[in-house]
């Protein structure tokens, strides 16, 4: 049992469907709405078809990146 996770589409996390993704607090979302720069609460690692989330992380590196 040392298979990766695969989301319901079948990917796993190195498919190219598979998409690191800002996560905004729901106070955020209105300052990004109107275009103002925030770093995002977490990162997420998604799949962009069916959305199942492989990974997230609060690493702030990571959060600047996706500004
Ligand atoms: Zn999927």
Redesign the pocket.
């Known amino acids: 049992m040392n298979q990766e996770p695969t989301?319901?589409?079948g990917?796993d996390r190195h498919h190219p469907?598979v998409v690191e993704k800002p996560r905004y607090s729901p106070s955020k979302w209105l300052a990004v709405l109107t275009g103002i720069s925030v770093i995002p609460k977490t990162v997420v690692v998604a799949?962009d078809?069916?959305g199942?989330v492989f990974e997230e992380s609060d690493d702030l590196e990571r959060r600047k990146r996706m500004i």
Do not use: G, K, N, V
């Open positions: 989301c319901r589409c990917f469907w799949c078809q069916c199942f």
